[in-house]
């Protein structure tokens, strides 16, 4: 069983940046598994964000958020994390992060690949 808990959300204003947070339990690691970042707003479906192979590989982004998020990984500390900066009222949702076992680069866009999910954390850009 892998557990993921989300941290980090909050109310922001627009062209504000803020990290969030996906503390993992040590088997996302030791099992390889590719971490995921999805947002979801009620009535509408879950959307990729960008997500990053597990222990190593190259990232992707959502086209909504390439140049503007950044995903990254501790390994030491099995947190995955997610820098989001010139923040828009577009991005308002509450986002998800998602593991998944060893998850080549084309599967990694995809929320059914992803077996194990957080309860999520709500990002809200306000002025």
């Known amino acids: 069983q892998v557990q993921l808990v989300e941290s980090g959300g909050g109310l922001v204003q627009p062209g504000d940046s803020l990290r969030l947070s996906c503390a993992a339990s040590?088997?996302?690691?030791?099992?390889?598994?590719?971490v995921a970042w999805f947002r979801q707003v009620p009535g509408k479906e879950r959307e990729f964000v960008a997500a990053i192979p597990w222990p190593t590989g190259y990232p992707r982004y959502g086209d909504s958020v390439k140049g503007r998020f950044a995903i990254s990984r501790d390994n030491a500390k099995n947190t995955v994390y997610l820098q989001m900066n010139s923040l828009k009222p577009e991005d308002t949702a509450v986002y998800y992060c998602?593991?998944?076992?060893?998850?080549?680069?084309?599967?990694?866009?995809?929320?059914?690949?992803?077996?194990?999910w957080g309860q999520g954390t709500r990002v809200t850009v306000s002025s």
């Open positions: 040590a088997r996302i690691s030791s099992d390889r598994h590719a």
């Open positions: 998602a593991g998944g076992l060893r998850l080549i680069t084309s599967s990694l866009a995809f929320e059914k690949y992803y077996t194990y």
